[in-house]
């Protein structure tokens, strides 16, 4: 475990104080447990999952979760969905739009052709 912890730390380029001071635990502690020295508290635990994007699982036994993985696969999906949506609900308004600006310079013209007769 501590050498996932270490190589977490590492992956996001942070010194073990910076690290350390993310997780709310004194540097000294933390090097104690990057060497197995010491182990960290579930909420330590917790909180490097929470901040650093990681599961339990990972930290403790390293085992990736496959649910993780299709999950962000889904919501990726479905963003990419909403997105080709609102670029025909925007493509929809443009071209009201146009409809709307060809009515009013035809009134406009209207307008003018009775205000000069």
């Known amino acids: 475990m501590y050498l996932r912890i270490k190589q977490l730390r590492e992956s996001k380029n942070m010194s073990s104080k ?20 010491l182990m960290p508290t579930i909420a330590h635990l917790m909180e490097i999952c929470t901040i650093y994007g990681t599961s339990m699982d990972y930290l403790c036994f390293g085992k990736i979760q496959e649910t993780v993985n299709s999950t962000n ?11 080709a949506m609102q670029k025909e609900k925007i493509a929809s308004l443009e071209a009201q ?16 052709r009775r205000a000069a007769g």
């Not at 910076?18 to 020295?37: H, L, M, N, R, W």
């Not at 696969?73 to 997105?83: A, G, R």
């Not at 739009?97 to 003018?112: F, M, P, R």
């Open 18 to 37: 910076e690290f350390s001071t993310s997780i709310g635990v004194d540097s000294s502690q933390y090097s104690k447990i990057e060497q197995g020295k």
């Open 73 to 83: 696969n889904d919501l990726i999906n479905i963003q990419k969905e909403l997105i």
């Open 97 to 112: 739009n146009i409809e709307l600006k060809a009515q009013l310079e035809g009134d406009n013209k209207s307008t003018d």
